[in-house]
């Protein structure tokens, strides 16, 4: 059975599955349409150091660069509106290629045109993210989006944190305003 993960509450994922290395990240959200168009929720990844910044531009993976410099992650592609059963965008990461100066793995939500479309986190129901180890499919953990943002368009989700030779998982749930490049310019 998954974990269900929560704010300020890390959670070893290699400790829960020794051995673990290729895991997939799963965004999932209800279908909506408002002011006559689909929201479309991205999933993005900052690859961080230990001074919290990217350690280059190249590791912040998503729509425009799929796949980070050491081939540890890639995202295979975007879903338009949230539509069927089980996660709607995926992130595929090998644990064990991850650069050695990455210390933080953070994953983000946003939401495409969010300002052209008059789109927030307001209109998303039931969004989630999970962590499911690649070998079967199973779910490790989750992490429930509960949170009501109205005026907000993008979302740092949670993270993947080195804790020795360990990796901790932990539920973040802080929303911005500003878009994408709000949260660039946050890593940058």
């Excluded at 939500?109 to 129901?125: A, L």
């Excluded at 973040?172 to 500003?178: I, K, M, N, V, W």
């Amino acid at each position: 059975m998954a974990i269900q993960i929560e704010k300020r509450k890390p959670v070893s994922l290699t400790m829960e599955e020794p051995g673990l290395n290729n895991i997939i990240a799963g965004l999932g959200w209800d279908t909506a349409l408002v002011n006559g168009h689909s929201v479309d929720l991205d999933l993005s990844l900052f690859m961080l150091g230990e001074n919290g910044k990217l350690i280059a531009d190249e590791y912040f993976v998503f729509y425009n660069n799929n796949t980070s410099p050491d081939g540890s992650v890639h995202y295979p592609g975007d879903s338009r509106g949230g539509e069927g059963d089980g996660d709607d965008e995926v992130i595929h990461i090998d644990l064990s290629k991850i650069d050695p100066r990455v210390e933080f793995l953070y994953f983000a939500v946003t939401i495409d045109q969010s300002e052209e479309r008059g789109h927030h986190f307001g209109h998303v129901q039931n969004s989630y993210i999970n962590i499911r180890n690649n070998a079967d499919k199973s779910v490790l953990c989750q992490y429930m989006l509960k949170e009501e943002f109205t005026n907000e368009d993008s979302l740092m989700i949670a993270s993947l944190s080195r804790n020795g030779g360990e990796w901790n998982v932990e539920a973040l749930g802080q929303a911005f305003s500003g878009g994408l490049n709000t949260l660039i310019e946050l890593y940058q």
